[in-house]
Each structure stands twice: as C-alpha cells, then as structure tokens.
Nanobody, 122 residues
Framework: QVRLEESGGGSVQSGGSLRLSCSSSGITISRRCVGWFRQPPAKEREAVATLDSDGVTTYADSVKGRFTISKDNAKNALYLQMNTLQPEDTAKYSC????????????????WGQGTQVTVSS
C-alpha cells in the first residue's frame, strides 16, 4: 500500500523559514516525478514545485528563488525548503508522486499525502 506522509508544517512569522518533509512507503520515488502542491483557504490547489527523475525542477512563479524542492532516493523522501515565507504562502501543503515513468504533468500525479498546514503571520 502506497503511503505519503508530510511533516514540518507549522506557524511562522513573515520572513521565516520552514522545511517540509515527505516520507513514503510502498513506493520507490527514483523513477517518478515528485511534487509539492498547496491549497490556500477557499482557493484551488496549485502546484508549488516538481522534480522529475532526471533532476529537472519547476517552480511556481510566486515561489521561485524562495523555495527549493529536493529528494533523497535512498530514503524515498522528498523535501521542500521554504525561505522568506510570506502570508500569501499560508496553505495546506501536500506531497505527491506520479506513477512510474510518467511526466511531471499535474494530471499525472497519482499518490497524495494528507497534507500539512503552513501558516505565515505578518
């Protein structure tokens, strides 16, 4: 059974940093695209960052230069380092993976974690 579990969320003041982690079980992430998504209150879910099996990353314009996605294939874990957090970054953050050898298209993300809340106060 595939399971993804996020950790590292919390409350932080504007300008602060958080590091999200996503542990996985029942899955090998090395040949999958992995990503972080977020859903702000009363808004739709949006892609924050993706990382494909070749190491190519994409970021939402709103987080470029502030967030960094990474993974550890040996640990089957992925991470999201978030710096210079702003109140507009407040959201529930979820990690996700595609099925094997699928591209990093949002509709290809198949496995999802439950999410972790990030709240940034001004």
């Amino acid at each position: 059974q595939v399971r993804l579990e996020e950790s590292g969320g919390g409350s932080v003041q504007s300008g602060g940093s958080l590091r999200l982690s996503c542990s996985s079980s029942g899955i090998t992430i090395s040949r999958r695209c992995v990503g972080w998504f977020r859903q702000p209150p009363a808004k739709e879910r949006e892609a924050v960052a993706t990382l494909d099996s070749d190491g190519v990353t994409t970021y939402a314009d709103s987080v470029k230069g502030r967030f960094t996605i990474s993974k550890d294939n040996a640990k089957n874990a992925l991470y999201l380092q978030m710096n210079t957090l702003q109140p507009e970054d407040t959201a529930k953050y979820s990690c996700a993976t595609t099925l094997l050898d699928k591209p990093c298209k949002q509709y290809e993300f198949h496995n999802w974690g439950q999410g972790t809340q990030v709240t940034v106060s001004s």
